[in-house]
């Protein structure tokens, strides 16, 4: 029955915590959690800068509204700020984009008028939205999201800016150029030429007006954590591979650790991210994945995102600002990608978003950049990076002599156990090979012993992937699974609560 029932998690994420959770819950007396490091979250890791809490990883709740489930666990342990509970704050339906207030600097070191960029940023979302809803039409007469792009942009400024003045017109091509980088950092991707078409919509939104945590969202994992039994978890415990059998025996699933310690299970919840599945998926599994699913895994896309956070004695913005552009005047060729990584990866950083409230955080700015800028950043030392971030504020802003206290960076690709930052739909990925990854071990209609190997994590997600509320109902899902399998074996075992 369940209550015997051998359950291994790999991975203390979001995802398997929520299905360590579910399962103790339910009355699973045998779960246990290996994870590879010596702590709890994945990628919810709160850091510091000075005395100033940050996030490393997740950032934002996308979507708090009751349908939720991070922004309903968050209220219930009291995390947020009066302001994020809100009904209004609920209600407001801003389709995953921000209205943030924003300043655009530009390479010639002046601040752009908005009026004359206004155009631009229009065209823009229509076009992404665009994208979005196209999932519904029929055909896919372009390849990826960018190629899109960039032949709408071009045709509309032919068309509708050919009485534009030809600096304005360059200009507003340039902020589309900083618009995609924004989307790359969104998506998680190096290009938005890498992003499929077909499938962008199917990524879907709630409502609800983002918020964060203003202690830290590693406040969600410790509560979630607090609640599960003690010793639960083995910390610094990778797991090397997974034995599960395709034929038709009653052998349990055998889980072999880096260190040599075998551990027998029923069932194995699988919660590593994609990127690692990626690397590592040949050495993992033994046997190996299933063709269509290790296709899938192949097929779906796992950027890079990083933030460099930046704080200064002073603000050299607005009180005002929430966000700040910065717009390279020689991309007026629609482009998200630098043409020498070495040399000029900074361009791929888009600007900064301000930390609110100034009372909490100070002088503080969040820098963003996507994609294998984003990676070969990872590999320069702090003091590199800080001098790259110097150059750039001060040719932007005209400023000679604006310069940074300190600088903290988070460095996904180059973390062993994630190897990148969150899932995105790369080209010719459809819905399907969302299924597939998420599929267990053994495929349907194996005679084999059913669940030996379950897949949760952001990634297995249908909808919501790239998300911490993705992650969350990844693991329910598959820790219901297990749940409603034995009750139709042993129904009798369970209260009928
Ligand atoms: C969100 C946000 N956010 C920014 C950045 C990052 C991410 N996300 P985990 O990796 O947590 O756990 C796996 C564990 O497994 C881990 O502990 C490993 O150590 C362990 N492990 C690995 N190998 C092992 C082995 N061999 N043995 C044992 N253990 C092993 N999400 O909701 N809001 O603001 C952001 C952001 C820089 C890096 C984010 C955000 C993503 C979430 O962080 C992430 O989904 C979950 O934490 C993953 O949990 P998990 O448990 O699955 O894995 C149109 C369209 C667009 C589509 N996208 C738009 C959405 C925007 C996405 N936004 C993200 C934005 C930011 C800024």
């Known amino acids: 029955g369940h209550r015997d029932a051998k359950v291994v998690i790999i991975g203390c994420g979001i995802a398997g915590i929520a299905a360590a959770q579910k399962l103790v819950k339910a009355g699973f007396h045998h779960v246990r959690i290996l994870e590879a490091t010596g702590r709890s979250g994945g990628r919810i890791k709160t850091g510091r800068i000075g005395d100033k809490i940050v996030e490393i990883g997740a950032n934002w709740i996308h979507g708090p509204c009751e349908e939720n489930p991070v922004f309903c666990l968050a209220r219930q342990y009291g995390l947020l700020d009066p302001e994020?509970?809100?009904?209004?704050?609920?209600a407001l339906d801003v389709g995953g984009h921000l209205p943030w207030v924003p300043r655009f600097f530009s390479s010639s070191g002046r601040e752009l008028n908005a009026e004359d960029i206004l155009p631009a940023q229009k065209l823009f979302l229509e076009l992404i939205n665009e994208s979005s809803d196209f999932q519904s039409q029929r055909g896919e007469p372009w390849p990826s999201v960018g190629d899109f792009l960039r032949a709408q942009v071009q045709q509309h400024a032919a068309e509708k800016w050919k009485d534009v003045d030809e600096?304005?017109?360059?200009?507003?091509?340039?902020?589309?150029?900083?618009?995609?980088?924004?989307?790359?950092?969104?998506?998680?991707?190096?290009?938005?030429?890498?992003?499929?078409m077909g499938a962008f919509g199917v990524y879907k939104t709630l409502p609800g007006l983002d918020c964060t945590f203003p202690g830290g969202y590693e406040g969600l994992t410790q509560n979630l954590m607090a609640e599960l039994p003690t010793g639960l978890v083995t910390y610094n415990k990778p797991v090397r591979c997974v034995n599960?059998?395709?034929?038709?025996?009653?052998?349990?699933?055998?889980?072999?650790?880096?260190?040599?310690?075998?551990?027998?299970?029923?069932?194995?919840?699988?919660?590593?991210?994609?990127?690692?599945?990626?690397?590592?998926?040949?050495?993992?599994f033994h046997p190996p994945l299933p063709l269509h699913k290790l296709h899938s895994v192949q097929r779906l896309g796992f950027g890079t995102?990083?933030?460099?956070?930046?704080?200064?004695?002073?603000?050299?913005?607005?009180?005002?600002?929430?966000?700040?552009f910065f717009v390279w005047e020689d991309e007026d060729a629609v482009v998200d990608q630098v043409p020498d990584v070495q040399s000029s990866w900074i361009k791929k950083l888009f600007g900064f978003t301000v930390l609110k409230p100034t009372e909490r955080y100070g002088h503080l700015l969040c820098g963003w950049i996507s994609g294998h800028e984003s990676?070969?950043?990872?590999?320069?030392?702090?003091?590199?990076?800080?001098?790259?971030?110097?150059?750039?504020?001060r040719r932007f802003t005209g400023n000679p002599i604006i310069t940074p206290r300190r600088i903290l960076r988070s460095q996904w690709f180059h973390d062993p156990w994630?190897?990148?930052?969150?899932?995105?739909?790369?080209?010719?990925?459809?819905?399907?090979?969302?299924?597939?990854?998420?599929?267990?071990?053994?495929?349907?209609?194996?005679?084999?012993?059913?669940?030996?190997?379950?897949?949760?994590?952001?990634?297995?997600?249908?909808?919501?992937?790239?998300?911490?509320?993705?992650?969350?109902?990844?693991?329910?899902?598959?820790?219901?699974?297990?749940?409603?399998h034995y009750s139709l074996i042993t129904p009798s075992e369970f209260p009928k609560s």
């Open 84 to 90: 994020a509970l809100k009904p209004e704050n609920q």
């Open 167 to 196: 600096a304005t017109r360059s200009l507003r091509l340039c902020v589309i150029s900083n618009m995609l980088k924004v989307e790359c950092c969104v998506n998680g991707t190096h290009s938005m030429d890498e992003v499929s």
């Open 244 to 284: 599960w059998t395709s034929a038709k025996s009653a052998e349990p699933v055998m889980v072999e650790c880096d260190d040599g310690q075998k551990l027998v299970a029923d069932h194995v919840i699988v919660t590593v991210p994609l990127g690692y599945l990626k690397k590592h998926h040949s050495t993992l």
């Open 305 to 324: 995102n990083n933030k460099i956070f930046v704080e200064f004695d002073s603000p050299w913005w607005d009180a005002d600002c929430e966000v700040i």
């Open 375 to 393: 990676e070969y950043m990872e590999t320069l030392s702090e003091q590199q990076v800080t001098d790259a971030i110097t150059q750039l504020i």
């Open 418 to 484: 994630t190897c990148g930052s969150y899932s995105n739909l790369g080209k010719g990925c459809s819905e399907q090979d969302l299924d597939n990854l998420m599929e267990p071990l053994p495929p349907k209609g194996s005679k084999s012993q059913p669940l030996q190997v379950l897949f949760a994590g952001e990634a297995t997600h249908h909808c919501y992937f790239s998300t911490v509320h993705g992650a969350v109902l990844t693991g329910w899902r598959e820790a219901d699974r297990l749940i409603s």
